[in-house]
Nanobody, 125 residues
Framework: QVQLVESGGGLVQAGDSLRLSCAASGLTFSTYAMGWFRQAPGKEREFVAGIIRRSGASQLYADSAKGRFTISRDNAKSTVYLQIHSLKPEDTAVYYC?????????????????WGQGTQVTVSS
């Protein structure tokens, strides 16, 4: 049974930084591309960032995430991270971790095979 468990969310102030973590189990982590999505109140879920399997040498970001967001992975810990700097109130959302065998499915199709339950990030102004 595949499980993706996010952590690291919370209530922060504008300008703060935050690192979200997603611990994966039940799959061969290094063989999966990983990604982060988010859903703000009243809006549809949107793609944030993706990272290729194995080396993680290539990443892709949504335009809204470029410059402030960094996705990374630690295969030894079966964990993917999302570092966010200079948080803004508009970053308030539930952040979801996702996994799929193909990078394309995450970053283009936005329909990965596995999803986490999400972690809430609230940014106060």
């Amino acid at each position: 049974q595949v499980q993706l468990v996010e952590s690291g969310g919370g209530l922060v102030q504008a300008g703060d930084s935050l690192r979200l973590s997603c611990a994966a189990s039940g799959l061969t982590f290094s063989t999966y591309a990983m990604g982060w999505f988010r859903q703000a109140p009243g809006k549809e879920r949107e793609f944030v960032a993706g990272i290729i399997r194995r080396s993680g040498a290539s990443q892709l970001y949504a335009d809204s995430a470029k410059g402030r967001f960094t996705i990374s992975r630690d295969n030894a810990k079966s964990t993917v991270y999302l570092q966010i700097h200079s948080l803004k109130p508009e970053d308030t959302a539930v952040y979801y971790c996702a996994a799929d065998l193909t990078f394309h499915q995450i970053v283009e199709v936005h329909n990965p095979e596995y999803w986490g339950q999400g972690t809430q990030v609230t940014v106060s102004s």
